[in-house]
């Protein structure tokens, strides 16, 4: 309780001015008491008006002041009782500050700004703005160094009207000389409907900001997209690259140990002729020493009685003479594996330019809008050929295998597991990523235009195309069209030209389908993400003749 009294009193005999406790305390006619260098150097600064900061009430003329020294020795009596000098908590401005225009010596920080006043107030000042009824109509706003700027400089008047004519802020005197008959509106009336444009364009401002962060997210995701396809892919390389290397590994011991074991065949083969050569030598050496020793023999008769018995010498198994082959016995292998080696480099070679694109040119670009106009989507026009491994029996290609037609008698078609068995139809060869565009030229009773991922079913009712979530399609008849995916069919009301455009953007999961002309008109479009590469194709219904033509586009 002793404190709260001791606030209580320093704020009754503090200046409201400087905040501090009264110094040479004076008293002027409206009965509030400031410092007197305070009230003093306000007035100065006032050049012409004297009045109250407190109540605001004019003097004319100035008041001469005189110390009141009864509330001097008052304030004298209360600081020996405990009161300090000055308030605990001042908060004073500083250089980014606005101050208040009412404090002397250090100016506190200002909390609001009169906009009738053209003067900022801190706390203790802006009292009477909020206390008396005088204030009452008084602007308040949050404080402004600017103030002096709602001043005319040329009749000194708050600037409260707007010149619509020359676009600048007036008072109520412009209108009657440098603005006389100009479009002049009051400057609430102004701010009224600025603030209607203000917020439509802080809507679109908000609204752009929404699309640029799903923009970035898109963006964040692409990343992280390309990040995971690029260490998947990596994963995915090493690990063929490893097979290829234990392929070649394994082939090299398989060659190794054919080299060995033939080594072995023909070594064993040269020994054994080896071995036999020499027991022949050794036979013969036998011989030449019986013969030799028979030559010795000195009597003739012993000679004539044994030379007959000596049987005739053998016809040698083997030929005079033996061919050796060249130094380099397996020539032919090494030849083999050197050639191996120049089509395992071309094979390398070639991958390397085919895969150097694809890894290079990675689509991270903000969606674009869908072009309007059949120029607009021949910039992404692509080649497109049919792909005789997938046709079914009956569909006869033509035109480069850009054409296709339903015919009566079965095509001579090899068997191939990508074939389609049960329904008239053929795919792409070409796979589709990217931004693609082409039309296809019909005639008939029942044709589909579609694109589906290249793993549908080839038989069965899972490869009818239109039927299941890996394929869309549209088809078209003479009465009608309609739009199919996952077996969920939506009719086209619009009719349909023999010509019909298909636009993908497979990165937006766009598909449209159009009547080609030179506006383009929009038949069907379907949103989605795809999540593989997607092949063009088109299905035939059951009446013969019916044909699908993929255009060249220039």
Known sequence: ?????????????????????LKDPVTIPCGHSYCMKCIQGFWDGEKK???????????????????NTMLADLI??????????????????GPEDVSCDVCSGRKLKAIKSCLFCLVSYCEKHLEPHLDEAAFKKHKLVEPSKNLQQ???????????????TDQKCICYLCPVDEHRGHDTVS??????????????????????????EKEVKLLQQEVEAINHSADQTVKDSEEIFTQMIRLIQKRSCDVKQQIRSQQQTEVSRVKDLQEELEQEITELKRRDAELKQ?????????FLLNYPSLPPLSESTHSSSINVRPLRYFEEVTAAVSELRDKLKDILRDERTNISPTVTHVDVLLPEPEPKSRADFLKYSCQITLDPNTAHRQLLLSEENRKVKLMKQPQSYSDHPDRFTDYFQVLSRESLTGRCYWEVEWS???????????????????????????????????????YLHNSIQTSISAPVSSRVGVYLDHRAGVLSFYNVSESMTLLHRFQTTFTQPLHAGVWFGLSVGNTAEFLKLK
């Open 1 to 21: 309780m002793a404190q709260r009294g001791v606030d209580l009193d320093r704020e009754r005999f503090s200046c409201s001015i400087c905040l501090d406790l």
């Open 49 to 67: 008006i004297h009045n109250c900061p407190q109540c605001r009430k004019t003097f004319t003329p100035r008041p001469a002041l005189v110390k």
């Open 76 to 93: 004298e009596e209360l600081k020996k009782n405990g009161v300090q000098a000055a308030p605990a908590n001042h908060c004073y401005a």
């Open 150 to 164: 709602n001043i005319c400089s040329i009749h000194d008047e708050v600037m409260k009207m707007f010149c619509r």
């Open 187 to 212: 400057a609430a009336a102004e701010r009224t409907e600025r603030q209607r444009d203000l917020e439509e364009s802080q809507q679109q401002i908000q609204q752009r900001i929404q699309d640029r």
């Open 294 to 302: 028979l030559s010795f023999t000195e009597d003739h008769s012993q």
């Open 444 to 482: 008939g009773r029942f044709i589909c235009v579609a694109v589906t991922y290249k793993n549908i079913s080839r038989s069965g009712d899972e490869s009818r195309i239109g039927f299941d979530n890996k394929s869309w399609t549209l088809s078209f008849s003479p009465k009608s069209s309609t």
